[in-house]
Structure formats: structure tokens, C-alpha cells
């Protein structure tokens, strides 16, 4: 733990024992969600893909053409500017790194399929005179947070969630119905492809109900009070948080059924 949430955690414990008494379930509640938040602040992630493209191009301008492609960076070389590159290497790697991002490979078209290879300055000049041009491939080595989060979102859920989510809101669960991860709340920014990913939900509800179909229920979240939102990377339109969302910044805009076959 950081120097500043430690002394944060000591204060906050000391100001707690005014309240309850220290073995009390108010006190250790209070005090679990507190260091579970501190733990949240501190989280290392990975910056902003958008963000981390424009810093690179800001600071080596001769890399003219940096793409975004599948959450990856994709630097292309060519005959200009390889020498520059390879001379500034140690560098770019360094502010990528601290911006979250690491050097996963090289990658070249061959005439028939892309192929990879891993970083080395021979290899790339090697392969520039051969086929022309490479992409140098970095990708994220932590949770890539959004820094311009959309203003409204999306949750869908199986209808026989949807009363206590209306009481008591979206709370972060350990698993998503697809995968295993910390405690998250899932969201989307298009409303489409929550609709058509609700189909591939099917196979996870309780085959011992007897149901012909299910309805799914889509919430409009109002993202305003969420802090930090994070890119699902298994999702294309997906992404994610680690707070609860109150009730009140939800509303029920659509019901949709699905078969079950």
C-alpha cells in the first residue's frame, strides 16, 4: 500500500472507533469498504488507448501512422523511418511502458497470411527490405480505463433480477455470465449489441426451469456518478466498473424475449 493510503487508512480507522465499537459489525463493514476503495484508487492500469496514440505521435513525430487496431497499437515502419525508430526504441518502450503498454511482437504480411516475430533491430530491417513495411504491435498490460466516458449506458439482465435491481441497484459479482473476474458491473455503449449478445446468455440460465422464453430485461444507466470505467476487452462494445450503481441511475427502457430451443 501506498504511503498516502496507509496514512488515509490509519486516520479513517481512528475517526471509526468514535463511532462503533472496534469489534462491531458496523466497525469492520465500514472499514473492509474503505480499504476495498483505497485498493480501487490505487489500481494500476493501462491509460486510455486514443490518449496513449496522440501522446507517442506528440512526442516522435516521425512515426506519422500509429493505428488502433483490436486494443492493440500498431506502429508502422517503413524504409523512412526504421533508423529513427531503432534509435529511439529504448525510449518509445519507456513512455508505452509507463503509459501502461508492452511490446508483444512484429508483424508482416508475407504474400499469403500475416506472420509475427518477436522485436529485435536486425529483424526488422531484414524484413523491411523484404516486404516493405512492419508493424511494430504493443498491447495493454493492464485494465485500459476510459477517460471520456459516455454519458448514458446499458445493462441487460434475466427479468427475475430486474426487482432487486430496482430496489438496491447494480453491485459489482465476482463472475459475469461468460467469464471469471474480480467483482465488476458490466455495461455497454450500444444498445444493439447488448440485444444481440442476450441470445449467447440462453445456455447459462437454469435449464431445471421449465420455459419456453426468457425475457431480458435492458437498463439505460446514467453514468455520472461513476468514476472510473474500464474497457471489457472480450466485448467490442463492453466495458466495466468496480461500483455499485444506485438504483436511481437506472431506468428499464426495453424488455426483449428469447426462445429457448
Not at 62 to 80: A, G, M, P, R, V
Not at 86 to 111: A, H, P, R
Not at 120 to 147: P, R
Amino acid at each position: 500500500m501506498k504511503l498516502k493510503h496507509l496514512i488515509k487508512s490509519i486516520l479513517y480507522e481512528q475517526e471509526l472507533k468514535t463511532l462503533y465499537y472496534e469489534d462491531s459489525p458496523e466497525y469492520i463493514e465500514a472499514l473492509n469498504e474503505f480499504n476495498i476503495k483505497q485498493l480501487y484508487e490505487g489500481l494500476i492500469m493501462t491509460h486510455d488507448i486514443n490518449t496513449s496514440i496522440s501522446i507517442i505521435k506528440r512526442k516522435f513525430t516521425f512515426l506519422n501512422e500509429i493505428l488502433e487496431s483490436n486494443n492493440k497499437i500498431k506502429i508502422k515502419l517503413t524504409n523512412k523511418n526504421t533508423k529513427q525508430f531503432n534509435e529511439n526504441y529504448n525510449k518509445i518502450e519507456q513512455l508505452l511502458n509507463n503509459l501502461g503498454w508492452y511490446n508483444s511482437n512484429i508483424q508482416y504480411f508475407d504474400g499469403i497470411k500475416i506472420q509475427s516475430e518477436i522485436y529485435n533491430n536486425t529483424t526488422i530491417s531484414q524484413l523491411i527490405i523484404k516486404h516493405n513495411f512492419v508493424y511494430i504491435m504493443f498491447e495493454a498490460k493492464y485494465d485500459i480505463e476510459i477517460e471520456n466516458k459516455p454519458e448514458i449506458m446499458y445493462h441487460n439482465t434475466p427479468e427475475f433480477y430486474s426487482d432487486k435491481i430496482k430496489k438496491y441497484g447494480l453491485t459489482p459479482r465476482t463472475k459475469n455470465k461468460r467469464y471469471i473476474y474480480p467483482p465488476r458491473v458490466y455495461l455497454c455503449d450500444n444498445i444493439n449489441s447488448l440485444i444481440k449478445i442476450a441470445p449467447q446468455l440462453i445456455k447459462y440460465i437454469n435449464p431445471k426451469l421449465k420455459i419456453e422464453s426468457i425475457n431480458f430485461d435492458i437498463f439505460e444507466v446514467n453514468t455520472k456518478h461513476i468514476s472510473r470505467l474500464f474497457k471489457d476487452l472480450n466485448f467490442k462494445d463492453g466495458f466495466y466498473t468496480m461500483e455499485n450503481i444506485h438504483y436511481k441511475e437506472l431506468t428499464l427502457i426495453k424488455i426483449i424475449t428469447i426462445p429457448i430451443n
